[in-house]
């Protein structure tokens, strides 16, 4: 535990650390712009190219890496592949459900699903690992269902959108941290089997009629930028979890829904409504509080 924690305190280590996180939420803050051009692309195929190119970007990095080995033990593994093959299937549910978002004009859900997630992870932690809660984060946790609870009275209707995405992202989390699979090879193999089953959904909608990739130079150029735009910020994070302390990572990860958030609202234009407004109030305040009892407790190591 002390070398492990030497090695973080290492300052190169930090300084490279804290630059492979900045580049990771700067990335993800940027998706709802960069989906919101693809908005006339059908999700399913969006979803498919994300896939396609994001397979010999991860298996690139683990070559140069040497770091092959886990991908033979998951194939040779039917208890592995089959979680595997269920984190592919959230990561399905989550790429799907934000390219949808955001070519419904709906991103500001999206932002509130990366705000909540962090929230959602402590609650998975109490509840499924038995891990204990802070009073602080049991105020936290309060403040945020008080807003969600006081959006869905206002508006007649559940935030489903942001609350299937965020539990979403949160069992995903949760999986990946329990099974014994590096980052990068474990994205290889779900980014492989998502590309058999995308090849399939390809096909078929290749039946239904024209596709998008191929048809013009503009779209194909953003349906192959799916690949690194899906890739490079997961293995930047990879990378930060590994050099930076854990609240250090926890406080950086609040820029992508940041940006989200200004995308949404002053870019793309959409509503933001009162109920929204008291709702996202909330739900910042118990962040807050959250930041502020996770700074409290001792740094992990």
């Known amino acids: 535990m002390t070398a492990v924690a030497s ?4 300052p190169d280590n930090y300084r490279s650390g ?3 996180a900045l580049v990771a939420y700067l990335l993800w803050g940027t998706y709802a712009g960069f989906f919101a051009l693809l908005a006339h692309v059908n999700a399913l195929e969006v979803v498919a190219h994300r896939a396609f190119w994001s397979v010999p970007i991860a298996a690139a990095v683990m070559l140069v890496l ?3 080995g886990d991908v033979l033990r998951v194939v040779r593994t039917p208890k592995l592949l089959g979680l595997m093959c269920l984190t592919t299937l959230l990561v399905t ?18 932002s509130l699903a990366f705000y909540i997630n962090p929230l959602l992870n402590v609650a998975v932690g109490y509840l499924v690992l038995r891990e204990k ?3 602080l984060q049991v105020v936290a946790i309060g403040l945020a269902v008080i807003g969600v609870g006081y959006q869905t009275w206002a508006l007649g209707q559940l935030p489903w959108l942001s609350l299937v995405l965020g539990a979403a992202f949160s069992a995903y989390g949760f999986l990946r941290k329990t099974i014994d699979v590096g980052p990068v090879q ?10 058999l089953l995308g090849a399939a959904v390809v ?14 130079w503009s779209t194909t150029a953003l349906l192959l930028a799916c690949g690194p735009m899906t890739a490079l910020p997961l293995m930047f994070f990879a990378t930060a979890a590994r050099r930076i302390r854990f609240s250090t990572l926890g406080l950086l990860q609040y820029i992508a829904p940041s940006m989200l958030f200004v995308t949404a609202v002053f ?5 933001f409504q009162q109920a929204q407004l008291v709702a996202f109030g909330f739900i910042w305040t118990a962040l807050l509080v959250y930041s502020y009892s996770s700074l409290r407790q001792p740094a992990a190591t």
Not at 186 to 195: R, T, Y
Not at 203 to 216: I, R
């Open 18 to 20: 804290i630059g492979c």
């Open 267 to 271: 870019v793309l234009r959409e509503p």
């Open 186 to 195: 474990g994205f290889f193999v779900e980014s492989c089997i998502l590309s």
């Open 133 to 135: 809660m802070t009073g």
């Open 66 to 68: 040497g770091r092959t």
């Open 203 to 216: 096909g078929w909608l290749g039946m239904q009629g024209p596709l998008a990739f191929g048809s013009d």
């Open 93 to 110: 549910i989550s790429w799907g459900v934000f390219v949808w978002a955001v070519a419904v004009g709906r991103a500001l859900e999206t």
């Open 7 to 10: 090695t973080l305190d290492e």
